[in-house]
């Protein structure tokens, strides 16, 4: 029992942060971002690359990823979405364009870091055990730990400061923060660069854990969607409770139902399609409501 | 007046230009030759290393000046389909093959691909080199597959039965994805594990193909503790990934699995946490490798920027085909001479140092010969490299 709780705690709180980038985006924009996937593998490239292949200190290569990540977020949100979602009044367009995007940057993955699975140093050595009745890793404690600081910080930075409370203004009624003087553009753009920053922060926080490869961005983008889909789109709560939700379901199915076979994640679709039957707009309702 | 010379300069550039280019394809007729494999997605790794490996000996020959079969010599073209992994889309990419008059493909590379193109490869007239086990692909009444490597039912009795004799193995716990080809490899080690006398403890134990985290699906089957863990047809992605965990779990024993892996993948991926790790080796070992294998590798590594230890196993399917349509140039358009051929076909193995032989086999498994002969080469991983344990042939 101790493991099943363990494991649903690590699991929970890294999906949480693939799903609060998401969420951000979809918060901010409208956005459907099928890329997500894909920037969370860039994220676990740029630290492998700097960190892996380059020697440069682990926290150096975390922030490297967080910028690069951060960069291509604004470059993408300026010349691509901004633009589209400008002329197109259609929310397809942008749906489109994601699934674009997301293709788009496989190819340049394959590109720049070849097809195989990459893997780096480990950050911290050995295994905390407990009897055999809970073995946990030393580096996925503080994985762990690192991303459940990084939500509170998350959280602190929407609640607390100037960009913060212009997001959740822009997420609640655009039209309206753009009449109490939010430079709209602006903060779209930052919003989007803050959520890609968050699917590089964890890609490169759980590189040193999972490793990296071409082909986890179309899972990890699908994974997302349920986690925000079970929460509620657009809310940051709902991504927190939506990873905690699915990383406790995954945890608990794989230990109580292993000798049945990998029906797993069956039963989660299962409970996934009853619960959005009953309540489509998932556990925490509407955007920043 | 200006503008006038100008466009005729440029016309005449392009004229010269355009002759130019024509004249040099037409130096050789153009073989085209197919690749029909999985190059996204979380297996990439399986194709893009076949694909690359035809690219690379492709160009090594377009290079050198094409190849010569009969009294005609080609330029060899590969044309690629990424099938994504989807048996829908493995049809399409031999429908693509078929509509271009191409007769042999290379791929797919999963069991439920390689059954679904069965249909339109026989009515087209296509040869093609799956790396797919289902012996029905193989075995008559079907004509026109031929594996491209070493199966699972042939390298694992081997592997267990060696473990049993050295390491005194006496249980074993075996763990795959979810999907076709994992799922056919583990029954099949299963069986053959049981029909050696060794104690199967669990088999259950499935993981989704896209799992990035394995200690929640491996916990359970630790507890089982057996003295072996078979990973059924584990991709290169996933394996560092499952040793790591089992090893961090406490696992003692000896991980084994009947794919071919990646050497350096291992190493960064689970560092010495793999060393004792045994797996299918790519077939060849530096023991092995003939100069032009080393070329072929330094000539793929230039290409591509890093060499895949699998395409040591994936460099032959192309070769196959070229040196058996070599021996009978009536095959370029006919299949069923390929076909007649290779039950007499023997060529000298040019990977391999020594007498090796290209041939096919597959007799004893198949009842026809509908399989590559390459090296059986069993390694276990030690400290950044795979050592070979020994090597075996198949028949």
């Given at each position: 029992m101790e493991q099943i709780l363990a494991n649903g705690v690590y699991l929970g709180s890294q999906y949480a942060m693939i799903a609060l980038g998401l969420t951000l985006i979809f918060a901010l924009m409208?956005?459907?971002?099928?890329a997500h996937g894909q920037m969370y593998v860039i994220g676990g490239f740029v630290t492998y690359t700097f960190y892996?292949?380059?020697?440069?200190?682990f926290v150096l290569a975390l922030a490297m990823s967080c910028i690069t990540l951060a960069i291509l977020g604004a470059l993408i949100e300026k010349f691509l979405f901004a633009p589209v979602i400008k002329g197109s009044a259609r929310e397809e367009s942008t749906m489109l364009l994601a699934a674009g995007i997301a293709f788009l940057l496989d190819a340049l993955i394959l590109l720049f870091f070849g097809e195989k699975q990459r893997g780096v140093p480990k950050i911290v050595n050995g295994v905390f055990n407990y009897d055999f009745r809970l073995i946990m890793p030393y580096d996925r404690i503080l994985i762990c730990v690192l991303a459940i600081l990084s939500i509170v910080a998350f959280i602190g930075l929407m609640q607390y400061t100037k960009t913060g409370r212009a997001l959740r203004a822009l997420a609640q009624d655009r039209t309206a923060a753009q009449l109490m003087g939010v430079n709209v553009g602006r903060y779209s753009m930052v919003g989007f660069a803050l959520g890609a920053m968050l699917a590089g922060l964890v890609g490169g926080l759980l590189v040193t854990i999972t490793g990296v490869n071409l082909g986890m961005g179309g899972p990890t983008s699908i994974k997302a969607f349920m986690m925000v889909m079970i929460g509620g789109a657009g809310v940051i709560s709902g991504a927190i409770w939506g990873g905690i939700i699915l990383g406790f379901m995954e945890a608990i199915g794989l230990a109580v139902l292993s000798q049945y076979g990998d029906i797993t994640y069956l039963l989660i679709f299962v409970s996934l399609m009853i619960f959005l039957a009953i309540r489509p707009q998932g556990l925490m309702g509407k955007p920043w409501g | 007046m200006q503008r006038r010379t100008l466009i005729k300069a440029a016309l005449t550039a392009i004229t010269f230009t355009a002759l130019q280019s024509t004249t040099a394809l037409a130096a050789n007729t153009t073989l085209k030759i197919g690749f029909v494999g999985?190059?996204?997605?979380?297996?990439?790794a399986w194709g893009i290393s076949n694909q690359r490996s035809m690219e690379a000996r492709a160009a090594w020959i377009n290079e050198t000046g094409g190849y010569k079969i009969g009294e005609t010599t080609y330029d060899v073209e590969i044309v690629s389909f990424d099938d994504q992994k989807d048996p829908k889309r493995a049809i399409a990419g031999m429908e693509k093959m078929a509509q271009q008059g191409i007769h042999y493909v290379v791929g797919p590379n999963v069991d439920d691909g390689a059954a679904a193109v069965r249909p339109v490869a026989e009515a087209n007239g296509i040869m093609y080199f799956p790396?797919?086990?289902?012996k029905e692909l193989y075995?008559?009444?079907?004509?026109?597959a031929v594996l491209g490597m070493v199966a699972n039912y042939q390298s694992g009795p081997a592997i267990y039965k060696y473990l049993m004799e050295e390491?005194?193995?006496k249980t074993a716990a075996f763990i795959a994805a979810n999907e076709s080809d994992p799922l056919s490899q583990r029954d099949g080690g299963v069986a053959a594990a049981k029909a050696l006398g060794l104690e199967v403890v669990s088999s259950n134990v499935t993981y989704q193909?896209?799992?990035?985290?394995?200690t929640p699906v491996l916990t359970p089957v630790m507890?089982?503790?057996?003295d072996l863990l078979v990973l059924s047809g584990v991709s290169p992605a996933s394996a560092p990934q499952l040793i790591r965990s089992a090893r961090e779990l406490g696992f003692q024993g000896v991980i084994s699995t009947e794919t071919a892996q990646d050497a350096g993948v291992l190493a960064e991926g689970a560092g010495d946490l793999a060393n004792g790790f045994i797996s299918v080796g790519g077939a060849s070992t530096p023991e092995l490798a003939s100069p032009m294998m080393n070329e072929f590798v330094d000539r793929y590594t230039k290409m591509f920027g890093e060499y895949n230890d699998e395409s040591n196993t994936k460099v032959y399917a192309l070769e196959y085909i070229l040196e058996t349509l070599k021996a009978d140039?009536?095959?370029?358009?006919?299949v069923n001479a390929f076909q007649t051929t290779m039950d007499t076909f023997e060529a000298p193995?040019?990977?391999?140092?020594?007498?090796a032989k290209l041939r096919y086999v597959g007799m004893s498994s198949f009842?026809?010969?509908r399989q590559v002969a390459v090296p059986l080469v069993v390694n276990v991983y030690q400290d950044g490299e795979f050592k070979t344990l020994f090597v075996a042939e198949v028949d």
């Open positions: 409208n956005v459907l971002n099928f892996g292949q380059w020697g440069v200190p | 999985v190059t996204s997605g979380p297996a990439a790396y797919a086990f289902p075995q008559a009444p079907a004509s026109n390491k005194g193995v193909v896209d799992t990035t985290d394995f507890r089982t503790q057996p140039p009536s095959a370029i358009t006919d193995n040019p990977y391999m140092n020594g007498d009842g026809q010969r």
